[in-house]
Structure formats: C-alpha cells, structure tokens
C-alpha cells in the first residue's frame, strides 16, 4: 500500500502526464507539464525508484556540485501536486519523467497506485508526435480515449490506432483496464523542424487541456515563444527553395482539408477560451508567476537574436524527395532501434 505523508486532502483531482522520449515531439509535451508546475509551483511528493525502470546507459544520471559537494540526480519520475484557485478550486496531479527503458506494466500499475490513493477522476497524458504539418498553421491537436461513453461525452475521438506504442498508449490502456477514466491529448510537430524546444507546440496542447478540464491556465511567455519561433522558421525556410516550396505544398494540402473547419462549435470553443483569459493580463492572474517559460531550464536551446529579440530556432531539414503532403492521424515518427526493441514493450504510439 503506498503511504502518502504530507499530501493534503486534493479537490477534484486529475492526473496530466508527460514523458520524455519517443512520444515526446519536440519535447512539447514534457514542456507543457514543466510549464503547468512551474506556474503553479507544484510540490513533489514522490519519486519512482529509478532502479526498476531505467538503463542508466540509455538514461545516465549526471554529476553536479552542491558548494563543493558532488551530487547526482537519477533519471527516473517524479509526481507534484499543484493547487488551482478560484471560484472552484482544483487540484492537478503532475507526473513528469521519462519513458521507461523496462518493467512497463510495472511502472503503470505504481502510477495507478498513486492515482488510487489520492482519489483521482481522471488521468490525461500528453503527448506529441511528428506529422506533415506545416509549421505555419495551428497545431493539430488531437484527443483520444479508449472509453466509448467518454469519447461522446468529451467530445473525444475513440482510438483506432494499431502498431506500435509507447507508455502514453500503454499508460492509457492500463487505465482503461483499471475503470480509470483516461484521455490523450496529441499534439502533431512539423517533421521538418523536429528540434527542440517547440514552443508553438506547447502552446497548443495547454490550450487542449483548458478546454477539457475547463481551466484557466496561465501561459507566462510561451505566446512570445511561439511566434518568435515560428517567425525563425519562417526566415530559415525561406533561405532553402526547396523547403519553402514543400512548407507551401503543405499549407494547400492543410487548408484544403479545413475549409468545413470553421463551424460554430469551433468558434464556440475559442469564444469560451478568451472568456476564460479575458481577466488575464501580463503578470497577472491565478497562479501567474512573473516570467515564466517554457522550458524546463529558462534557457532556451534555440538561439534569440539580441538585436530583434527574436528567437531562431535549428534550421529545418530538407524534405526527401518524393515526400507526399498531407496529414496522416497516426504517429510517423521513426521505429526504434534494434537497441530498443530489447527493452520489454519500448516503442511508439
């Protein structure tokens, strides 16, 4: 049984999960959850045994000094617990980590154990994946639930997907199997501009979350973040023909399959959204903390040009000849490794 000491009573609680690696494009679903307790400055309260599930040579620890003092800091996954004021105070449960390299139905069964003790109604696991996106347009974001009733009634998709997966599938299925409502949020990357960070991405799935859960979240900066991105995308794609031309093929194919996209339950959804920020200014709000940023470190890996204020991220590789455009709805990122097959159950949803 697991014993949580100094864990208050939580209001309404739901899980949101991330985990970095395969089912984290652009690392944007590892950011938004870092982001959630960044803002809310969230309270860890446990720590998994990073001996069950790593291969610390896939996963290293790293060495630091603490005033002279050497110290290490096992990869593993760490749970907070964040508090929403308001007028209907809620409590969000943060799971943040990396995907295992073993013993997944193990590492499962000990988040539910936690998601049992602490009385949570949902779980909602992040993730992004690489698809053919133009960087240029919304993000696509999609919300999956192997729940029939919870589909219709969340105004989710059922999950068809077969073929490879990765601990945000497995998580969710284990919920499903425990009677755990369960839900997963895709945000889809250009697979052009695959490095991280991904702001614009970020962005994209914490406004997702707002809509499911009915929360104001405060953003801090990533608004910044993401058109400085994009506008340092912008700017790269257009130095290479050959990429500007591809992003353009892109945004047709996009545009072409969104013309029925503007129907008033879509404008609906982005009239509740300002409703909700309308009261939000700059440094502002609930939870807001001055500064916040969408990185894990507040150092952004991509470069920002001091002169602009601009923020340029790694130039976008070439696309292979004879790509197709268009979008496909189901994770294109590569297969693993032969190196990851021999871990039990690593891959890719």
């Given at each position: 049984?697991i014993?949580?000491?100094?864990v208050?009573e939580?209001?309404?609680?739901?899980m949101?999960?991330?985990?970095?690696?395969?089912n984290?494009?652009?690392?944007?679903?590892?950011?938004?959850?870092?982001?959630?307790?960044?803002?809310?400055?969230?309270?860890v309260?446990?720590?998994?045994?990073?001996?069950?599930?790593y291969d610390?040579?896939?996963n290293?620890?790293t060495v630091?000094?603490?005033?002279?003092?050497?110290?290490?800091?096992?990869?593993?996954?760490?749970?907070?617990?964040?508090?929403?004021?308001?007028?209907?105070?809620?409590?969000?449960?943060?799971?943040?980590?990396?995907?295992?390299?073993?013993?997944?139905?193990?590492?499962?069964?000990?988040?539910?154990?936690?998601?049992?003790?602490?009385?949570?109604?949902?779980?909602?696991?992040?993730g992004?994946?690489?698809g053919?996106?133009?960087?240029t347009?919304?993000?696509?974001?999609?919300?999956?639930?192997?729940?029939?009733?919870?589909?219709?009634?969340?105004?989710?998709?059922?999950?068809?997907?077969?073929?490879?997966?990765?601990?945000?599938?497995?998580?969710?299925?284990?919920?499903?199997?425990?009677?755990?409502?369960?839900?997963?949020?895709?945000?889809?990357?250009?697979?052009?501009?695959?490095?991280?960070?991904?702001?614009?991405?970020?962005?994209?799935?914490?406004?997702?979350l707002?809509?499911?859960?009915?929360?104001?979240i405060?953003?801090?900066?990533?608004?910044e973040?993401?058109?400085?991105?994009?506008?340092g995308?912008?700017?790269?794609?257009?130095?290479?023909?050959?990429?500007?031309?591809?992003?353009?093929?892109?945004?047709?194919?996009?545009?072409?399959?969104?013309?029925?996209?503007?129907?008033?339950?879509a404008?609906?959804?982005?009239?509740?959204?300002?409703?909700?920020?309308?009261?939000?200014?700059?440094?502002?709000?609930?939870g807001?903390?001055?500064?916040?940023?969408?990185?894990?470190?507040?150092?952004?890996?991509?470069?920002?040009?001091?002169?602009?204020?601009?923020?340029?991220?790694?130039?976008?590789?070439?696309?292979?000849?004879?790509?197709?455009?268009?979008?496909?709805?189901?994770?294109?990122?590569?297969?693993?490794?032969?190196?990851?097959?021999?871990?039990?159950?690593?891959s890719?949803?």
């Amino acid at each position: 049984m697991i014993e949580l000491a100094g864990v208050p009573e939580l209001i309404d609680p739901v899980m949101v999960a991330a985990f970095e690696g395969w089912n984290d494009a652009g690392d944007a679903a590892s950011t938004a959850v870092a982001h959630l307790d960044r803002e809310w400055k969230g309270e860890v309260f446990a720590a998994l045994d990073a001996e069950d599930y790593y291969d610390f040579q896939v996963n290293r620890p790293t060495v630091w000094l603490d005033g002279g003092v050497r110290k290490i800091t096992w990869p593993t996954t760490r749970l907070s617990v964040v508090r929403i004021g308001g007028d209907k105070p809620r409590d969000l449960v943060l799971v943040r980590g990396i995907e295992p390299s073993m013993r997944w139905r193990s590492f499962c069964n000990e988040i539910l154990g936690f998601a049992h003790e602490l009385g949570v109604e949902m779980v909602v696991v992040l993730g992004a994946l690489l698809g053919d996106t133009p960087h240029t347009r919304p993000v696509p974001v999609s919300g999956v639930t192997s729940d029939p009733d919870l589909a219709r009634t969340m105004d989710l998709e059922e999950t068809r997907y077969e073929g490879p997966t990765g601990i945000v599938g497995i998580l969710q299925e284990a919920c499903t199997h425990a009677g755990v409502p369960a839900v997963s949020l895709w945000a889809a990357v250009p697979h052009y501009v695959s490095q991280p960070p991904n702001p614009k991405a970020t962005m994209a799935l914490l406004n997702r979350l707002e809509d499911l859960l009915g929360l104001r979240i405060p953003l801090g900066e990533l608004p910044e973040d993401a058109r400085a991105w994009q506008l340092g995308v912008d700017q790269l794609a257009a130095e290479d023909s050959e990429v500007a031309e591809y992003v353009q093929t892109l945004e047709e194919a996009r545009d072409t399959a969104e013309l029925p996209e503007a129907t008033g339950e879509a404008i609906a959804r982005e009239f509740e959204r300002y409703l909700r920020r309308r009261d939000i200014g700059p440094g502002s709000g609930p939870g807001q903390a001055p500064g916040g940023h969408a990185t894990e470190s507040g150092d952004a890996s991509y470069l920002r040009d001091t002169s602009s204020g601009r923020t340029r991220p790694p130039k976008p590789s070439r696309p292979e000849t004879g790509t197709p455009p268009g979008t496909s709805g189901e994770p294109t990122q590569e297969q693993p490794s032969d190196d990851d097959n021999d871990s039990e159950d690593s891959s890719e949803d």
